[in-house]
């Protein structure tokens, strides 16, 4: 197996994957260490090494909230796990799977940006070991990316600094930086920087978008995924990036808020007491993407529903309950007694007659339908579609969407969260602590082969390990509206079945609950 590589700054050494047959190089640098003057600047050039350099562990993760530390959030006990993981301004490093042999392979890349608000996540949580993927005969890299005030502080006098050049957007830089060091090194590893795949979930997805947006990035890939509906909003709904004059206001604020003079003194302060302030202030106003006219024109929900971006292959969508974690104990309801338990929790016996006739369900089947009822799932499933509307309109082939609504078990009854889809995606449910049957085994290796296929080709479709065809994911048409259905038990389209779908999603909105006094 190839387990030495030279790249553009020396030769790496990796280390051999549960499956020989796989190697992973783990913190391979691609950028200099953003500190000192280069914190709040663009990424620089990785400096040069003698000798071989060990990639057998993954680097330090980004700056933030130390993970794992509230035991009421789902995803402290899902994947981000570890509060003794290292942290440190040191983070721009990158991570490679591959089963190359020779080098000579040319095989599809599939370049991964994680999740977490902007401000939370990294490369080393369990869920994305690129094992799987790179046994398939697709090289995965995930890119690790600065965060909050790190990655996405804007500031007057970062603008005077360096004029004309993007401000506030350095998380997205890494990004793009990542990439470019995937074209220029990744035939060493054996792939081909001609087919390249960027995708991400949450907030990976909503970078995603970013760099699809960009017009930084023409040519720089070839395909792009966005999962758990990061990032697509409808046109004029605005709210995915912060407007320049916005960004600069909160930056101002900050530095008057903690007695920070001037930028030169902002860069002179120590990290852990930065990300301190920082995480501090994300409760006043967050560090996010930044409409700063260079990098991002607009927000790219607005470039993507006018339907000015790249004509690529794109694959989407979200899952089945997105934000609808309702309290400790209770997944979405999916049958007429769990949704009157439900309802008698949310709101007691005063309005449960009220809130169950709002509901309307006639039987379990409906109420299946109706478990998925939040404004996050609304709006995530929503902008998906509309987004696959708006392909259709203009004539685009390749419209890949899907729905993924896995059962999750375990005690807390989640249903198919918020990013859930990332066990299944890169085939980790081993890694879990979750009780998963055969069936979920199945449909994970299933979306693996889809996420892979599509890298590929641009067409999730192909067969499964035993030969026979995987269930056929069939691309939107104006004639059927397709969305692939993902579930251990089902996996297949809604076709005109859609506007049922859609029906039953939005019946309860939290509105009509407010107008009946239900809820205040």
């Known amino acids: 197996m190839l387990r030495v590589v030279r790249t553009e700054n020396g030769l790496v050494r990796g280390i051999p994957a549960a499956d020989p047959r796989v190697t992973a190089f783990k913190g391979i640098p691609f950028a200099k260490p953003p500190v000192g003057d280069l914190r709040w600047k663009a990424p620089q050039p990785a400096e040069n090494w003698e000798g071989e350099r060990e990639c057998f562990a993954f680097a330090p993760i980004n700056m933030q909230t130390p993970p ?236 993507m529903a006018r339907g000015n971006y790249p004509d690529i292959s794109y694959l989407f969508g979200c899952t089945g309950s997105e934000g609808d974690i309702p309290a400790p104990g209770y997944a979405p309801p999916r049958n007429l007694k769990e949704l009157r338990e439900y309802g008698m929790f949310r709101y007691g016996e005063k309005y449960i007659d009220e809130y169950l006739a709002l509901c309307g369900c006639r039987d379990d089947a409906e109420v299946d339908m109706l478990s998925h009822t939040d404004d996050s799932f609304r709006g995530r499933f929503m902008n998906n579609y509309l987004f696959l509307e708006q392909r259709i309109r203009a004539g685009k082939k390749d419209n890949w969407m899907y729905v993924f609504d896995a059962s999750m078990p375990g005690w807390d009854r989640p249903g198919s969260f918020h990013s859930s889809e990332l066990w299944f995606v890169f085939e980790t449910l081993a890694k879990c602590w979750r009780p998963f049957k055969g069936k979920h085994y199945d449909l994970a290796r299933i979306v693996c082969n889809y996420w892979t296929n599509f890298a590929r080709t641009g067409d999730p479709n192909g067969l499964d390990a035993d030969g026979t065809p995987m269930p056929e994911w069939k691309s939107a048409t104006a004639e059927d509206h397709y969305v692939h259905y993902l579930n251990e038990d089902r996996i297949g389209a809604y076709g005109k079945s859609n506007s049922e779908l859609v029906r039953f999603r939005t019946r309860v909105t939290f509105e009509q609950l407010k107008e009946k006094g239900i809820i205040e």
């Open 68 to 303: 794992g530390l509230d035991p009421t959030n789902i995803y402290a006990r899902e994947w981000n796990v570890d509060p003794t993981i290292e942290m440190s301004e040191d983070s721009l490093y990158l991570n490679v799977w591959t089963n190359a042999k020779t080098g000579d392979e040319k095989m599809p890349v599939m370049v991964w940006f994680f999740g977490g608000g902007y401000t939370a996540g990294n490369t080393a949580e369990m869920e994305f070991d690129g094992e799987r993927i790179a046994r398939r005969g697709v090289i995965l890299v995930s890119v690790q990316y600065r965060l909050g005030v790190f990655g996405f502080l804007a500031h007057r006098e970062l603008m005077e600094e360096s004029p004309g050049e993007p401000v506030g957007n350095y998380g997205l830089l890494d990004q793009r930086a990542g990439v470019q060091w995937v074209i220029r090194n990744i035939e060493a590893f054996g792939g081909d920087p001609k087919n390249i795949t960027i995708f991400g979930q949450s907030a990976g997805a909503g970078s995603t978008l970013c760099q699809v947006g960009s017009p930084m990035n023409k040519g720089l890939f070839q395909r792009a995924i966005f999962e758990s509906g990061g990032g697509l909003r409808t046109y004029g709904q605005g709210g995915g990036c912060i407007p320049l004059e916005k960004a600069l206001s909160n930056g101002e604020d900050f530095f008057s808020t903690y007695g920070i003079n001037d930028l030169a003194e902002a860069r002179a302060m120590d990290a852990e007491k930065l990300n301190e302030i920082g995480m501090e202030y994300v409760r006043k106003n967050r560090f996010e993407p930044v409409i700063d006219g260079v990098f991002l024109p607009e927000d790219p929900s607005d470039t």
